[in-house]
């Protein structure tokens, strides 16, 4: 496979439920984000990982705890969701995160909170 | 408060009718304005980086242009396939952030 990968496409879960979605890139790239698009709103950047180490936390909320073992996988796990939650997260990658480079995106993950 | 405000919303046009697409930016220092093309279901696809004002970008119907207040994305002689939400994101100064705007909805009608 090529590019950036999520699974899964879509998932719809409780509000006391605990999942997790996963990112996977292959471009050789070394910075990986995790972004929520909500309807008719601009992109919303959650968090930054560098070469495995996280860099950026936007005041995301602790119901949502990224995870990244290695510069080519993106784990974001989900648990006490609110229905306010529910949006596309998608995953993207770059070389760096200097922002000089452009990210490239997944297809995301629908998430809808019951 | 640094902002980027992509117009109109949404726009509807005839395959074959050209027109252009606007992103206004009001942050300080640019660093780099970059354009995306996202397909229902998809993830933003990208298309160009400009870093200067006067810089021009190409790829077959579209062109980017970019200037001190904001970039335009030209599609010319747009055909069905061209349909998609269009994106545009700024990055400022030295931070390595992107301020993203909220799209705009482009629909080619045959």
């Known amino acids: 496979e090529t590019g950036v990968t999520q699974t899964p496409r879509h998932l719809v879960m409780g509000m006391t439920n605990k999942k997790s979605l996963k990112c996977e890139q292959h471009?050789?790239?070394?910075?990986m984000y995790w972004y929520k698009q909500s309807a008719k709103k601009p992109l919303e950047l959650m968090f930054v990982?560098?070469?495995?180490?996280?860099?950026e936390n936007n005041s995301v909320p602790s119901r949502f705890s990224p995870e990244c073992p290695n510069s080519s996988h993106l784990f974001l796990h989900l648990h006490t969701l609110q229905p306010e939650d529910s949006a596309l997260y998608l995953c993207?990658?770059?070389?760096?995160?200097?922002?000089?480079?452009?990210?490239?995106f997944g297809d995301g993950t629908r998430l809808s909170i019951l | 408060e640094d902002q980027v405000t992509q117009s109109p919303e949404a726009l509807r046009l005839q395959e074959g009718e050209s027109s252009s697409l606007n992103c206004s930016y009001t942050v300080s220092g640019l660093r780099g304005l970059f354009w995306y093309r996202q397909d229902p279901g998809k993830g933003p696809e990208f298309l160009f980086t400009l870093y200067s004002a006067g810089e021009e970008k190409e790829k077959e119907r579209l062109k980017a242009t970019l200037t001190k207040k904001e970039s335009f994305l030209h599609i010319t002689a747009p055909k069905p396939e061209d349909s998609a939400t269009y994106l545009c994101?700024?990055?400022?100064?030295?931070?390595?952030?992107?301020?993203w705007g909220a799209g705009t909805k482009l629909i080619i009608k045959p």
């Open positions: 990982y560098n070469f495995k180490e996280q860099t």
């Open positions: 471009l050789g790239h070394n910075a």
């Open positions: 993207a990658s770059s070389q760096d995160p200097s922002g000089n480079q452009p990210q490239h």
């Open positions: 994101a700024v990055r400022w100064d030295s931070n390595y952030q992107l301020i």
